[in-house]
């Protein structure tokens, strides 16, 4: 009888010892489901950080255009966790507060950035104790240090070695980049013996692919560039905006989309334009502002003319380009911070020649029925082409991120065109000329091509 009495204790221990093993099984899939979710969020509060400090390149009168927080959000939003969405904060500090951390060695430096992301995860097994959800955190923290060095680079070709040859010299030429570098996706094609490089820091994703080794030095020492180096992403994807169409420029006789053929002296004001065509021996100033060059017609000069302009940008969409060569003697400068400002598109400073991406290859022949560094004049080259005396320059970023920028001149001094920055599918440089990569200097405005963006904690 006793043991009758007994019978129901074992179910009843039982059912106590699976309601603690079930609840310990479920304590730990929910850490291990916690622990998953943080990882996410660590991985987009790195990515927040990156970017908003990344973004502190862009200045406006020596402090940020106030895009910080955004850039750190919209990336954080890529990962996953967008601010005020599904139970999610995402905090940007620019500087640090030390709000989440009051021992923070960085509270108060203008020059870091801290995101913080919180977010509310419900439980599955814990709800069983009553514990409905979970609040994760995860912090990050990033700084950036601006300036040109050999190891920035002031130089990109896009395009990879499957397709296309990243850059592509021939004749006398000399190509400088001596206070940055050249990161080529493509291949690199030295053809001939006339080809200098100077340059301390050279990438080539593909191989060589020319009749020599090419003559690259660094400090007068020879250089083999790294081949088979890791492809790089365009610098500026996702960063510039576009300009909308601003309507027709002042300068034109009439409403809407004109021509204008420039001869004797004359100064344009911004807007747009269907094609500049620039005569020979002409003097042309170009105003401050934004030129939207929309149509097949495009930019050019032909002869000796003088070309000057400074805080300008031209866009070119509609298959619209530019073609500049001989010894005209040109000196653009692009927009500073406050005139990138004031125009509307301040993440747009420092951008010289910006083309519309969706004009796709317009100048890079087929591979294998066309040479692919064609000469001028040739009827296969299509891209922009550009040039220019002794002295001439481009204070800026020549970008092209989708067409061939041909490079040609006949520079007899040795000073040569000086370039800020350029980022092109490929490059093709030619003729008895000098081109001089010159980076920080050549830029009116600071920008993420030329910084070091870290992850410090």
């Known amino acids: 009888m006793k043991r009758t009495r007994q019978t129901g204790y074992a179910i009843i221990l039982t059912t106590l010892a699976l309601v603690a093993l079930l609840g310990i099984m479920g304590f730990g899939i929910d850490m291990g489901m916690m622990r998953y ?99 994760v955190v995860a912090r990050a923290e990033a700084t950036y240090l601006s300036g040109a060095s050999n190891n920035d680079a002031c130089m990109y070709t896009l395009g990879n070695p499957a397709n296309e040859i990243g850059v592509d010299p021939f004749g006398s030429t000399t190509l400088n980049a001596t206070t940055c570098g050249i990161v080529d996706n493509g291949n690199f094609d030295p053809t001939g013996k006339g080809l200098t490089v100077n340059t301390c820091s050279f990438n080539v994703s593909g191989s060589n692919t020319g009749n ?122 692009a927009m500073t911070s406050a005139q990138a400002q004031s125009s509307g598109y301040p993440k747009d400073a420092g951008i ?20 692919p560094c064609p000469p001028p004049g040739s009827g296969t080259n299509t891209g922009p082409q550009m040039g220019g005396n002794d002295g001439s320059t481009y204070h800026g970023v020549l970008y092209f991120p989708a067409d061939q920028l041909y490079l040609t001149g006949n520079t007899t001094t040795g000073a040569g065109v000086s370039i800020g920055a350029s980022v092109t599918d490929t490059v093709c440089i030619g003729g008895n000329s000098t081109f001089n990569l010159i980076g920080a200097s050549g830029l009116p405005a600071p920008l993420p091509t030329l910084s070091n963006t870290v992850l410090v904690e």
């Open 212 to 333: 020599n080794s090419g003559n690259v030095y660094c400090n007068g020492q020879t250089l083999s560039p790294n081949y088979s180096s890791p492809t790089a992403q365009d610098p500026f994807l996702g960063q510039l905006t576009t300009p909308s169409n601003p309507g027709a420029s002042t300068s034109c006789p009439a409403k809407g989309t004109c021509n204008v053929n420039t001869t004797g002296t004359v100064t344009l004001q911004p807007g747009q334009f269907s094609s500049i065509s620039i005569g020979s021996s002409s003097n042309v100033t170009f105003s401050p502002g934004i030129y939207y060059i929309n149509g097949s017609g495009g930019l050019s000069c032909t002869g000796s003319p003088t070309i000057t302009g400074t805080g300008v940008m031209f866009y070119f969409t509609n298959s619209a380009t530019i073609n500049c060569q001989g010894s005209a003697s040109i000196n653009l400068t």
């Open 37 to 135: 979710e943080r990882r996410l969020q660590q991985t987009a509060a790195d990515a927040a950080a990156i970017a908003g400090a990344n973004d502190l390149a862009f200045e406006c009168g020596g402090t940020p255009c106030g895009s910080v927080t955004s850039a750190a959000q919209n990336a954080s939003a890529a990962n996953g966790f967008t601010d005020g969405t599904n139970n999610v904060t995402v905090h940007v500090y620019n500087p640090p507060t030390g709000v989440y951390w009051a021992a923070d060695p960085h509270k108060n430096n203008n020059a870091y950035v801290e995101v913080v992301i919180s977010a509310v995860h419900p439980t599955y097994f814990e709800k069983i104790l009553s514990i409905n959800n979970e609040t």
């Open 352 to 371: 010289l020649m910006y083309q519309d991406p969706n004009d796709t290859n317009t100048g890079i022949p087929t591979k294998g029925s066309k040479s």
